[in-house]
């Protein structure tokens, strides 16, 4: 138990002073000046509330911020699973089984084989993942999935993490709310809540700005660790690809082995904070909220919207600063995720060959030890660098340099990989 305690009260400590300020006025128009590490950083003591005080509830705030509020409430627009717009990589429902059959081999073994559906809105964060088929390793599910997370983890430590999903969920009502990004202080400023994100932040050379810190809680990649199911974010090395790449080779990690391959292969993960990381945008000092929840004007009353969505429905707010012909940025933004994912179908179609032609290589024919582990190799990395692009939620506009170099790297394993197994026959 003292292990507990000791780790506990590190976690929340760094939680505690990882509190940035973030304003709800307008932005000044033009492109934002990026800041060198460190510069104009406010870091105030945040508290973490008891847990009987922790107001979890979004409603609590209607009153005393309606519009903000209404504006949050607007991501439950989802709930009849509507499609709103065809536009790659906006908000809009879509079975992946059906639009990409390839996943349904690429994923053999796991659970996004057999259901896997593009994500809802904040407001059904919650019920998604309790009526989600795929299995719940444990409580660490619910990590970006409802406000009573923190509490969660103070009341019950890193034991929380390996608590029985089901049982643990039966007591929670909120799905994420305003606690998760400001505790009880909406409208002032930002707050870390998430643990892994407490922790992850000590090894990043550069704290990320206010508005891409609240998105950065949950939209990145990370994985359980097998003993504790604490959510881990694997930035040792850094957040570029390679640099995640290198951390679960070093330890030998692996989420699952293909049935048909034998190939030890990762699980991407929502990763749009590391793919933005670097590009144009963030380099100019955007985040993640200037774009997805911009400031608005509404009634004579300015605010941050926080109908989190795509920009290209609000295209003269999120862009509109530094961008004036908004058909000609939403044209762009289309072409630009029009080839990134006509890239992924074609690399997924080559890595689904590749798998084909490596289970018959196994069932007809006896494979050298060290050919194996070749083919193993490359159909990982390849792979992996498909599976960074394809389930990153921006479809490549993110950093479409980035995306575009996964891509190629991806499709140049898998024929290494197919020159090796045509050679074998």
Not at 3 to 24: D, E, F, Q
Not at 118 to 128: P, T, V
Not at 136 to 149: E, V
């Amino acid at each position: 138990m003292k292990k507990n305690i000791s780790w506990i009260v590190i976690c929340l400590t760094i939680i505690a002073i990882i509190t940035i300020n973030v304003g709800c006025a307008r932005q000044e128009e033009g492109p934002p000046q990026a800041e060198e590490p460190g510069e104009g950083l406010q870091i105030p003591l945040g508290e973490i509330p008891a847990p009987e005080d922790m107001i979890l509830d979004a409603a609590h705030w209607e009153e005393e911020y309606p519009m903000i509020y209404e504006s949050f409430i607007r991501t439950s627009r989802m709930g009849d699973f509507t499609v709103e717009d065809s536009t790659l990589g906006g908000l809009h429902p879509v079975d992946y089984l059906e639009k990409y059959p390839n996943i349904k081999i690429l994923y053999d073994g796991i659970g996004f084989s057999k259901e896997y559906y593009a994500a809802r809105g904040h407001y059904y964060s919650l019920e998604d993942v309790i009526n989600t088929e795929r299995p719940k390793p444990g409580a660490s599910c619910l990590a970006c999935k409802t406000a009573d997370y923190e509490k969660l983890f103070v009341e019950h430590g890193e034991d929380m993490f390996a608590l029985d999903f089901h049982e643990t969920v039966q007591g929670i009502e909120n799905s994420i709310s305003c606690y998760n990004c400001h505790r009880n202080e909406p409208g002032q400023n930002i707050q870390v809540t998430a643990p892994h994100l407490a922790v992850g932040l000590t090894k990043l050379e550069q704290e990320p700005p206010a508005g891409t810190l609240a998105c950065a809680q949950c939209h990145v990649e990370y994985y359980f660790n097998p003993d504790t199911k604490e959510v881990v974010l694997p930035w040792d090395n850094g957040i570029e690809i390679e640099d995640i790449e290198a951390y679960f080779e070093e330890r030998g990690f692996y989420d699952w082995k293909h049935p048909r391959t034998g190939t030890p292969l990762i699980k991407v993960q929502h990763p749009e904070f590391e793919m933005y990381t670097g590009s144009i945008h963030d380099r100019m000092g955007v985040s993640c909220a200037d774009c997805h929840m911009p400031t608005v004007e509404e009634e004579g009353e300015t605010y941050r919207s926080h109908w989190a969505k795509s920009p290209l429905k609000t295209v003269e707010e999120s862009c509109g600063g530094c961008h004036k012909d908004g058909e000609a940025i939403i044209a762009q933004t289309e072409e630009i995720q029009r080839e990134i994912d006509d890239m992924q179908v074609e690399v997924s179609g080559m890595i689904v060959e590749l798998v084909e032609d490596f289970a018959a290589a196994l069932e007809e024919r006896d494979l050298e030890e060290a050919t194996v582990e070749e083919l193993w190799d490359l159909h990982r990395k390849a792979q992996y660098r498909w599976d960074f692009v394809m389930v990153e939620n921006s479809t490549g506009f993110h950093h479409w340099e980035k995306a575009r170099k996964a891509l190629e790297e991806a499709k140049e394993f898998a024929q290494q990989a197919l020159d090796i197994l045509a050679e074998q026959q």
